[in-house]
């Protein structure tokens, strides 16, 4: 496997490109190329393959989630894209120039469980980039994000007064504060409840459609995959390995209804199965 | 009958750590504040009672029992010998050992506080210099006055305060130093990955991240750092004081005229300072390490 493309264009259940996009996009820039991603780690049992020749393109404002179980170097990946860790073999490019380090005017993280300062009341933790680039306060671009993400009136509160969807908002606001072209985004609703995972996607949703991020998001939860993406990139662990990229049709904007329809349970299996075999079945039918 | 537990009966359920004390953080750790503070005015009431009640019930005791007041002086001696020529007895004192105690914990918390900052950077070093500052920590300061008296300096006057104050700076500063580097050894790889992913240099991330995340514990060091401190200063004043005298000086004056109630008063007024110490930090701590549960 040499390109990614030519990986989903084969196959898929779903391969057909879709036709409806957030109209501001252009989509068929490539925005992230990463080529042969590799990752060794020196553990003290041995060296650890957490990544082995990922390649893989994201166009600009698309959305991509990277699907698999623990272990497969998910947010190695995450990390590499985002220029804190380097790569053992392999590059990655972002608008053709390769990551050698952190880029927060185009990046932006978000992390697993929020990752807000506890010494910070909110707002303290929305400034804090602004303090880290030592560049004045976007007040007017905070307020609306607030506004938008329900938060405002809870400025001054401390994260651990918080409930947990409202410190992963917050973290949102955090990135998108900075409006980096790129989120990154780390299992970030992994710790939340279902009810609230869902308000978080529908959010994250149309954050997405109204400002036009090209946004990789690493989980490993299938169905909120499939409901957020353009794309699901699909790994197997150890080493951490691309299996299959599924593209996926369903409409936008996306309902919380869609993911009881029979396509939708039938895709979940699907990628389910791939993971398992690692994406070594050659029997799938092309739709 | 009801046979609902009677802890739980009220209780909104919830097993979430710590949701009871949530109030000074780590500070709670040394057992110092982990005391429950009262709040209402029954709770309040009862105390200022309660403190009434030992006040002249232990005078009650003393009246009846005729104890002679170089024995056991009755509480109302002990305040007037407080209160009558406080300036000469004790005021002086005070100011002498309250120097000592300052200027020595200044000393030597900063000391400790950079050396903590700076050793925790390189395993090895810390590896390397571990047993000095254990030695350090375990060794009783105080012991050392009568050789520093000695051994000082001529610029540093070894008959002045100078002993003592570097033998507080000695007994603070080490607390200071193993407390501040459980702080700074307390790296949160998420939070410094967030601080780099805006492109933070090493000086934002000490000075934005591992400072605030050691801050708790730096706190407790002071704490417990200051208490050493005013060990060091009263028992140094004991052992071996300047011309100057400070409050453990009058301790053994007082004991040596057999003025009992005058000896008592000191201990009172040494009390006070130890309280001072717990309040001002009580304070610190729920002022800037609150947020940790």
Redesign the interface.
């Known amino acids: 496997m040499t390109e990614a493309e030519s990986t989903f264009a084969s196959g898929g259940v779903v391969a057909r490109r879709h036709g409806e996009h957030a109209p501001h996009a252009a989509r068929d820039e490539v925005k992230i190329s990463i080529r042969d991603a590799t990752k060794v780690y020196a553990a003290k049992t041995g060296p650890v393959r957490a990544l082995e020749g990922l390649s893989v393109d994201v166009r600009e404002g698309e959305l991509v989630c990277v699907l698999g179980p623990s272990g497969c170097g998910k947010t190695t990946l995450l990390w590499a894209l985002g220029g804190l860790h380097e790569l053992t073999r392999g590059q990655i490019l972002v608008d053709g120039v390769a990551v050698k380090g952190p880029r927060p005017e185009v990046m932006g993280f978000i992390f697993q469980d929020a990752n807000l300062l506890p010494w910070r009341n909110l707002r303290q933790n929305i400034e804090f980039p602004f303090e880290i680039k030592r560049r004045p306060v976007d007040a007017v671009r905070i307020e609306s994000l607030l506004a938008e993400t329900g938060l405002a009136g809870f400025e001054t509160a401390y994260p651990r007064e918080l409930s947990g969807g409202m410190q992963q908002r917050a973290s949102i606001v955090r990135a998108l504060a900075q409006d980096p072209a790129v989120l990154l985004m780390d299992e970030p609703f992994g710790q939340l409840d279902a009810f609230t995972r869902d308000e978080m996607n529908l959010l994250l949703l149309r954050l997405w459609s109204e400002t036009g991020k090209t946004i990789v998001f690493v989980t490993h939860n299938i169905s909120e995959a499939i409901f957020l993406s353009d794309r699901v990139v699909v790994m197997t662990p150890r080493p951490g390995r691309l299996a299959r990229i599924f593209e996926i049709d369903l409409p936008r904007p996306r309902t919380i209804e869609m993911t009881f329809e029979p396509g939708f349970i039938a895709l979940i299996q699907e990628i389910k199965r791939t993971v398992e075999t690692g994406g070594r079945r050659t029997d799938v039918e092309v739709s | 009958m009801s046979q609902v537990p009677n802890e739980l009966r009220d209780e909104i359920p919830s097993f979430e750590e710590g949701s009871q004390h949530?109030d000074h953080g780590p500070i709670d750790w040394t057992g110092m504040t982990s005391i429950r503070g009262a709040k209402s005015a029954l709770e309040i009431g009862t105390i200022v009672a309660l403190a009434v009640g030992v006040f002249w019930g232990i005078e009650g005791i003393l009246r009846w029992a005729k104890t002679p007041s170089y024995v056991f002086p009755k509480p109302t001696q002990i305040v007037s010998a407080l209160t009558t020529d406080f300036g000469i007895r004790y005021g002086h004192h005070l100011w002498v050992t309250a120097q000592e105690f300052l200027m020595g914990v200044a000393i030597g918390s900063t000391i400790g506080l950079l050396l903590a900052a700076v050793i925790t950077q390189k395993p090895f070093v810390e590896k390397v210099v571990a047993p000095y500052i254990i030695i350090l920590v375990t060794t009783p300061m105080l012991a050392l006055v009568p050789f520093l008296r000695i051994s000082l300096p001529k610029g540093l006057g070894g008959l002045g305060i100078w002993p003592i104050v570097f033998a507080v700076a000695l007994a603070s500063g080490p607390m200071v130093l193993i407390n501040a580097a459980t702080g700074f050894r307390r790296t949160d790889l998420?939070?410094i990955?967030?601080?780099?992913?805006?492109?933070?240099s090493t000086f934002?991330i000490f000075r934005?991240?591992r400072f605030?995340?050691a801050?708790p514990m730096i706190i407790v060091g002071y704490m417990v750092g200051s208490i050493f401190g005013l060990l060091t200063a009263v028992g140094s004043e004991m052992a071996s004081a300047s011309e100057e005298g400070g409050l453990g000086h009058q301790l053994i004056y007082f004991a040596s005229l057999i003025q009992v109630p005058q000896f008592w008063a000191t201990i009172v007024i040494i009390a006070a300072l130890g309280v001072s110490i717990y309040i001002v930090f009580y304070c610190v701590g729920k002022r800037w390490a609150s947020?940790?549960?």
């Open positions: 949530r998420a939070k990955a967030l601080a780099r992913s805006y492109g933070a934002q934005k991240i605030p995340l801050l947020w940790e549960a």
